[in-house]
């Protein structure tokens, strides 16, 4: 079963930042898309941010130009650094592990979650 562990979350102001790691207790980590997701109160979940095995990057654009996200093959970690945070910003953010070939998802594997909170 993998196990991804998501940490760094918190309290900041607006205007501050935070970085978000997760680890995944999987070898095949390395090949796998890793992405973050957040579930703001009463909305629904929305991709923040992922990143290819190969390194390929994506973004959503609420978040293009103050987040980057990252990953350290060598340790099975992802991160996501958040800069300029707004209250906008606020929610669960949750690390997604999924490996998909052909269109077919082999597996799909979610972490706890990890609040964040932006004050004003």
């Known amino acids: 079963q993998v196990q991804l562990v998501e940490s760094g979350g918190g309290l900041v102001q607006a205007g501050g930042s935070l970085r978000l790691s997760c680890a995944a207790s999987?070898?095949?980590?390395?090949?796998?898309?890793m992405g973050w997701y957040r579930q703001a109160p009463g909305k629904q979940r929305e991709l923040v941010a992922s990143?290819?095995?190969?390194?390929?990057?994506n973004y959503a654009d609420s978040v293009k130009g103050r987040f980057t996200i990252s990953r350290d093959n060598a340790k099975n970690t992802v991160y996501l650094q958040m800069s300029s945070l707004k209250p906008e910003d606020t929610g669960v953010y949750y690390c997604n592990e999924r490996r998909v070939v052909s269109g077919v998802t082999l597996y799909d594997y979610w972490g706890q979650g990890t609040q964040v909170t932006v004050s004003s």
């Open positions: 999987r070898s095949m980590f390395s090949i796998a898309t």
């Open positions: 990143i290819t095995s190969g390194g390929t990057t």
